[in-house]
């Protein structure tokens, strides 16, 4: 099942902080974080697994909460450059026997100077 | 090195026309995604290589669609008898080991449109 991604859109200006949130209604195994800038392809930012620790990619830091089957990713002092569309991807194991990597439907994050 | 590389880069297609979209991944990658992309809907989930072998095809969306890779490397994803609702980016993916939490390296993508 699809992860559910909030907001949907959030506009921000340069140096403010932002929090995108990820939840899943199954038992998760590890979440993914990727950014999507327009008319490029998807770029990974970092994987959370369970159990362990939350991860940075510079400023980009997330969190896991495995009971909770929620991932956060935290973008503080955000700059133009954070701009695109950041995809959480929320992997389990699936019936077929294998790990299933399943996305959500993205948070647009616009910065303004 | 160079990255994931799809084609062509845009295929405009008249309904009930075949297309092919190919996919050609990192060197030495052993796992091969394909997922759709379409507007406001997030990465679409199609298929999964391993090798040659494609052990989770549970995301062709019908029996028009049909991927196959060889040699563990190049990749083609087949729609038949397109329909407009097939119009979206396809993009592909790559990962060194197999499926898992490993980072997955995407290509540019088709953005295919049906007329």
């Known amino acids: 099942q699809q992860p559910v991604q909030s907001p949907q859109a959030v506009i921000l200006r340069e140096g403010e902080d932002a929090v995108i949130n990820c939840s899943s209604s199954?038992?998760?195994?590890?979440v993914h974080w990727y950014r999507q800038k327009h008319g490029e392809a998807p770029v990974f930012l970092m994987i959370?697994?369970?159990?362990?620790e939350q991860m940075r990619h510079e400023k980009i830091s997330a969190s896991f909460n495995e009971k909770k089957q929620q991932s956060s990713l935290y973008l503080t002092a955000s700059q133009l450059s954070y701009s695109g569309t950041y995809f959480c991807g929320t992997e389990g194991f699936s019936g077929a026997g294998s790990y299933q990597l399943t996305f959500g439907k993205g948070t647009k994050l616009s910065v303004i100077p | 090195g160079a990255g994931v590389s799809q084609s062509p880069s845009n295929k405009v297609t008249e309904k009930g026309k075949d297309v092919e979209l190919r996919c050609d991944p990192i060197?030495?990658?052993?796992?091969l995604y394909w997922y759709r992309q379409s507007l406001g809907q997030g990465l679409e989930f199609l298929i999964y290589f391993q090798g040659n072998s494609a052990p989770d095809k549970s995301g062709l969306p019908s029996d028009r669609f049909s991927a196959e890779r060889t040699g563990g490397s190049v990749s083609t994803l087949t729609i038949q008898r397109t329909q407009q609702e097939d119009s979206a980016v396809y993009l592909c993916?790559?990962?060194?080991?197999?499926?898992?939490?490993?980072?997955?390296?995407f290509g540019p993508g088709t953005r295919l449109t049906v007329l």
């Open positions: 959370l697994l369970k159990g362990g």
């Open positions: 993916a790559s990962s060194l080991f197999p499926r898992g939490p490993n980072e997955q390296f």
């Open positions: 199954k038992a998760l195994y590890s």
């Open positions: 060197s030495g990658h052993t796992a």
